[in-house]
């Protein structure tokens, strides 16, 4: 092959790779957890895109996608048994979602904050085929080959990972109403109010702070109206009184960017149903909070 055909073929693998990209992040980030780990899977996808005999490829963003998706799983196993010397809680990094709503997915319901924390419970061969499948809309024969096992297995994946969420996620509040009862509680949590606190706060609620051992973070769930009422009452005069707060987006839904002397403290995320509010995520770990701490300079 001749230098110019080599450029070509270069050419239009970069230009494969580009075109595919946004659903590569979009796979590695929701089965990793993590914006720096899918980018650092996206990136040895490509290396790996560079290396290959691509003459025979007939589908390249189907190679792109399997090669993706095997990496994030084999990250995920051992990112996993980091998480379990994560000092405290650990919460999905979350991103600013406000450029592309659904990352680059089909359907964004796998995008959610609160999904993507319990889809961390599943193993991640779960993960992945619900991301697949529920993200991204794969044919199960299609995933079944990603994954490569049978399709009846990875129909049985698919649904372990729908059953554990439905088991532990109620029927998620539309946007309009997330965002009011997000402002009600941040109110009542500013002030102290109890009374409205509980009113919001679901019976077994439960407050969950990421500071991966950076921050003065709760290093255990608070869970339970009561408890967590109390808690958040407690800590609101050392907290609130010299804090700015600014609305942004995380996963596709308003969340809210505490910040403190110019420096982002907090991120405050929840996970609402018709119910109230079901989850309280305080992401806090510096690292975690790097996508957004641009938006205190606009």
């Not at 979009?26 to 990136?43: F, H, K, M, N, P």
């Not at 390249?60 to 051992?78: C, D, E």
């Not at 994946?157 to 729908?162: D, E, Q, T």
């Not at 002030?191 to 609620?205: A, I, N, Q, S, Y």
């Amino acid at each position: 092959m001749r230098d110019g055909d080599d450029a070509g073929s270069l050419d239009q693998a970069m230009k494969d790779f580009i075109a595919a990209r946004p659903r590569l992040f979009g796979i590695a980030y929701r089965v990793l957890g993590t914006s720096a780990d899918a980018e650092d899977i996206v990136q040895e996808t490509w290396l790996r895109w560079q290396r290959t005999d691509r003459s025979g490829i007939q589908e390249p963003a189907a190679f792109l996608t399997t090669v993706t998706t095997r990496l994030a799983i084999n990250l995920a196993q051992s990112a996993r048994m980091r998480r379990e010397s994560y000092v405290g809680p650990w919460l999905p990094e979350p991103v600013d979602t406000r450029a592309d709503p659904q990352l680059g997915a089909e359907r964004a319901e796998a995008l959610d904050l609160a999904v993507l924390f319990l889809l961390e419970k599943l193993n991640p061969v779960e993960r992945a085929a619900y991301v697949l499948r529920d993200a991204f809309d794969y044919p199960y024969k299609r995933i079944a080959d990603i994954l490569e096992t049978s399709e009846a297995n990875t129909r049985q994946l698919v649904s372990r990972a729908k059953k554990h969420l439905s088991a532990e996620r109620r029927e998620p509040a539309d946007p309009a109403a997330h965002r009011c009862l997000l402002e009600v509680f941040l109110t009542a949590a500013r002030t102290g109010d109890l009374t409205v606190l509980e009113d919001v706060l679901t019976k077994d609620v439960a407050s969950y702070s990421d500071g991966g051992g950076a921050r003065g973070a709760s290093r255990i769930p608070v869970i339970g109206r009561p408890r967590v009422s109390k808690y958040l009452a407690a800590f609101a005069p050392r907290f609130w009184p010299q804090a700015d707060i600014r609305w942004v987006e995380a996963n596709g839904r308003s969340a809210v960017l505490v910040s403190a002397g110019g420096n982002a403290v907090a991120l405050l995320c929840v996970e609402v149903s018709v119910r109230g509010i079901e989850r309280i995520m305080w992401v806090m770990n510096p690292a975690k909070l790097a996508p957004y701490v641009a938006s205190l300079t606009d």
